[in-house]
């Protein structure tokens, strides 16, 4: 059992750089969230998902774009690099609901922007 | 826009010794977690509380909702070098799908 998976664990991009962060489950999860984690801001969340076709904003979107057209994978698309957008990027998955399940995360993609 | 605030920042303690690690909101949340992260690691979920008052016991771990459930309280009794790490809270409001985390409480236990 995989869990969540994230590829690459590291990068390093030139300003103005496209890129695809890719993140797979093979827990049959519902939810799907990106997070970022910067020195001392803790983890703020960029996108989620609550299900396939389904995908809303959460704290700080602005320069990401993601797309949920299947329950495993919940890529997260950087537009156009900017070194703002150096940091740890953390994928999660959960079933959801008000239960309160948790999430499971992924080991992170270590993003540099030069 | 939730704010959840955790004290302390950092901790630094003798192995042995007993801490607190407290998280506060003015938002009501459905539920509410605790992870703790290591270096290079996603984190990792401890406790799930989501009933005003709740206290779980995980070991030497007690986890406490608070009655208004805008707060939530870690304990740890007789730390052991093992428990060093990033720890974190997370909470979702009732009628949301967002999960927000604390700004974390790094924990350093000494032998």
């Known amino acids: 059992n995989a869990g969540v998976t994230q590829t690459p664990k590291f990068q390093v991009l030139k300003t103005g750089q496209s890129m695809t962060l890719q993140c797979a489950q093979d827990?049959?999860?519902?939810?799907m969230s990106w997070y970022r984690q910067d020195p001392g801001m803790g983890l703020r969340l960029i996108h989620y998902s609550v299900g396939a076709g389904i995908t809303d904003q959460g704290e700080v979107p602005n320069g990401y774009n993601v797309s949920r057209s299947t329950t495993e994978d919940f890529p997260l698309r950087l537009l156009s690099a900017a070194p703002s957008q150096t940091s740890v990027y953390f994928c999660?998955?959960?079933?959801?609901?008000?239960?309160?399940?948790?999430?499971?995360f992924g080991s992170g993609t270590r993003l540099t922007v030069v | 826009t939730q704010l959840l605030e955790q004290s302390p920042q950092f901790l630094s303690i003798q192995e042995g010794e007993n801490l607190t690690v407290y998280c506060n909101s003015s938002s009501v949340f459905s539920s509410l977690q605790w992870y703790r992260q290591e270096p290079g690691e996603g984190p990792v979920l401890l406790v799930t509380v989501v009933t005003g008052g709740e206290v779980k016991k995980l070991k030497r771990l007690t986890f406490q909702f608070g009655d208004a459930r805008k707060d939530s309280s870690l304990h740890i009794t007789a730390a052991q070098p093992g428990d060093t790490g990033l720890y974190l809270c997370?909470?979702?409001?009732?009628?949301?799908?967002?999960?927000?985390f604390g700004t974390g409480t790094r924990l350093k236990v000494l032998a």
């Open positions: 827990m049959n999860h519902e939810y």
């Open positions: 997370a909470g979702k409001a009732s009628g949301t799908y967002k999960y927000i």
């Open positions: 999660a998955s959960s079933l959801g609901g008000d239960m309160g399940y948790g999430y499971t």
